[in-house]
């Protein structure tokens, strides 16, 4: 091995090839690196990160690439490295251990643990001075203060091994659906930013499901103050500089409360929910710009993010030539020189300043100028505008397609993928497009040969599939979207291979002792905890969303222990939705399906697909579908005959159906 290539080289991760070349002495996470702790008596140093991150490449290009600290790292530790999106689970317990020290979290996240693999230090990111006297102290303290450091150790391991679920299950004391819904709402809202949309703090996460939830709680209450503030979300993101206007797709966060400056990383979970709640959204709406933004956030999925057999890649990293943003940015020069006579239009609609609205003379693109106002200011009618933006749009690409792009990981997970699969079945449900069916159809088809073997899934794919076999969000996640599938399609395979994983990730995952599921399975590599993951981030819980699966299954093929397991883990963290909605809005979507009911739709007959397409672009949360042009045996479809030779459509309620129709209009004024 040359002197600037250590083991990393042999991965296939994005993220670990970037650190291939440095001369610290890398190991990836595995028995190598562990047993030579042991075997010398040396502290680990742990360092996660992932490929798009932009700090993660700043202490790498400030500190891992110089030999002088280097050598201070490779002399006093055994140094890891790891890709947080292949190992989740170790990336989850060692933040909790940082946290647990008084550290706000963050990546890259450096720890430091014992031979055994306790953690006794950690932090973020470390200037290069700070980063040689944190090693230089430590490598000392372990010497001097072995034992107490070892105390430390156990006292952190001893929290690991704490339990959420130990920590906030409760018996259900709600007063009822209308009380838990009104109290979450209540909490939510006095946090709103009814200007610029979101939360009322910065950094701004977009986080939908918080408001895939107040859609939902719109739709009981009719509240508007809630249907307002998702309206105002979503307008204030497509037209901030957290969506890229010219290529679609989101990034990762704001900086500011304006929804302005972004993290430019585009990340693949992002962008998939926010298909679901853009398609959603305008289906209790009909805003257009809502419907432009899937098409275009898609299209951009289409071209940059989608591997030859169907698998969507994970993120575009934030930097270009080292530094951020620096693909998506123009300066007023720039823009001058490439439009022409219409740049001083352009450059009013997307707000562009001559010395820069952002940093180093740069700009951002964004338009908040409502388009009406804009025309009439501008004495502009619609097709003209929209003549000269096309042509813009397609002059500013082509110069931006011969900059340095940003790099790719181009790495396949299994999770986001099957994410994505949710949001583009939730797409063509409402605007009845088949490219978003195919799209989603292809992905899956590419999951179930690429990334499982029987009942196995793998976490992720780089040219084959992981060692690393699927966490609880890889398993909750392909479930829901299999079952989504079928009842887009009817198509039985789909609804089938859902039950199956959900027998195996039971099986593997599930503890009877407290009704919920380990993020890790019986036979993943065992760490110093084995945890639970219950409260949302920027990716839902993978148990609430196991508690829809369970409830949408059960209901879909009558199995009434799946469902009341669903009931159980929803009422038990109840009290968690009203007090901490922002944390557990997926949960109080799950929480409102439960104590709601889902109505069970049933279509019989031939030539269903017209039917189905006119049913699924209506806004119906509370219910799921079923049908079959022939005979099934699914338990839902039995004794519904047809009635005539035009399809027939049954609503029904906990197996109690109201009189058969045959039009979607007699069947929406059926549904409570």
Excluded at 33 to 52: C, F, H, W
Excluded at 582 to 608: C, F, P
Aim: negative net charge; hydrophobic residues 40%; contains cysteine.
């Amino acid at each position: 091995m040359s002197p600037s290539t250590n083991r990393l080289i042999h991965s296939t991760s994005p993220y670990l090839l970037q650190h291939a070349h440095n001369p610290v002495d890398w190991y990836e996470w595995g028995a190598e690196a562990l047993e030579k702790a042991q075997r010398e008596g040396k502290p680990i140093l742990v360092s996660i990160g992932y490929s798009s991150c932009h700090w993660c490449h700043v202490m790498e290009r400030e500190s891992f690439e110089h030999d002088n600290i280097a050598a201070v790292m490779n002399d006093a530790f055994v140094c890891i490295k790891v890709d947080r999106e292949e190992r989740p689970d170790i990336d989850q317990l060692y933040m909790e251990a940082v946290q647990a020290l008084g550290v706000n979290g963050g990546w890259p996240l450096n720890v430091f643990l014992t031979p055994e693999q306790k953690p006794f230090f950690g932090g973020t990111y470390f200037s290069p001075s700070s980063w040689v006297q944190v090693l230089q102290n430590i490598h000392k303290a372990f010497q001097v203060n072995r034992a107490q450091i070892e105390d430390t150790a156990e006292e952190l391991r001893l929290h690991l091994l704490r339990s959420d679920v130990q920590r906030f299950k409760q018996p259900y004391q709600g007063e009822g659906l209308t009380a838990d819904l009104a109290d979450a709402f209540k909490k939510l809202q006095a946090h709103f930013d009814t200007q610029w949309g979101g939360m009322d703090r910065a950094p701004k996460f977009i986080m939908p499901s918080v408001w895939l939830f107040l859609l939902r709680y719109h739709y009981i209450t009719k509240d508007e103050a809630a249907l307002q503030q998702v309206v105002i979300t979503l307008q204030r993101t497509a037209a901030g500089g957290i969506y890229d206007t010219l290529a679609g797709g989101f990034a990762r966060y704001s900086v500011d409360p304006y929804w302005f400056a972004p993290h430019f990383e585009k990340m693949l979970y992002d962008n998939a929910q926010l298909l679901s709640l853009y398609s959603e959204a305008y289906a209790v709406t009909r805003i257009e710009r809502f419907k432009e933004t899937v098409y275009e956030t898609f299209d951009w999925l289409q071209q940059e993010m989608t591997h030859a057999l169907g698998g969507f890649y994970s993120a575009l990293d934030a930097d270009s030539e080292g530094v951020e943003g620096q693909y998506y940015v123009w300066t007023n020069a720039e823009w001058q020189d490439l439009l022409g006579k219409d740049e001083p239009l352009l450059t009013d609609y997307y707000d562009l300043k001559p010395a820069g609205n952002w940093e180093h003379g740069n700009n951002i693109l964004t338009r908040h100028k409502p388009e009406a106002d804009f025309l009439k200011i501008h004495n502009l009618d619609a097709e003209t505008w929209k003549a000269i933006l096309d042509r813009a749009k397609k002059i500013l690409h082509t110069a931006r397609a011969k900059r340095i792009r940003p790099g790719l990981d181009d790495k396949v997970i299994t999770a986001w993928n099957a994410m994505t699969v949710c949001g583009l079945v939730d797409a063509y449900r409402v605007f009845a497009d088949d490219r978003f069916l195919k799209a989603a159809q292809k992905n899956m088809t590419f999951l179930t040969t690429a990334l499982q073997n029987g009942d196995v899934l793998y976490r992720s794919w780089k040219g084959k599939h992981s060692v690393t076999t699927g966490f609880l969000d890889d398993y909750a996640y392909v479930i829901q979207a299999q079952l989504k599938l079928y009842q887009a399609t009817f198509e039985e395979e789909w609804l089938h291979r859902a039950a199956a994983l959900i027998g195996y990730t039971l099986a593997q995952f599930y503890d009877a002792t407290d009704g919920y599921f380990y993020y890790s399975s019986l036979t993943a590599e065992p760490l110093l905890s084995r945890k639970k993951e219950i409260f949302d981030n920027v990716i839902p819980s993978s148990n609430a969303i196991m508690a829809q699966n369970l409830f949408h299954a059960g209901t879909l093929l009558d199995n009434d222990g799946w469902k009341q397991m669903a009931v159980a883990m929803t009422e038990s963290l109840s009290h968690l939705v009203k007090s901490e909605p922002n944390y557990m809005s997926q949960w109080a979507i799950a929480h409102t399906e439960v104590r709601k009911g889902m109505a069970e739709i049933v279509m019989t007959g031939k030539d269903l697909s017209a039917v189905r397409r006119e049913w699924g672009q209506q806004y119906l949360p509370f219910a799921l579908v079923q049908g079959t042009e022939d005979k099934s045996n699914l338990p839902l479809l039995q004794d519904k005959p047809v009635l005539g030779d035009r399809p027939t459509l049954y609503v029904c309620y906990n197996k109690t159906c109201r009189l058969p129709v045959h039009t979607v209009e007699e069947a929406l004024s059926q549904i409570q």
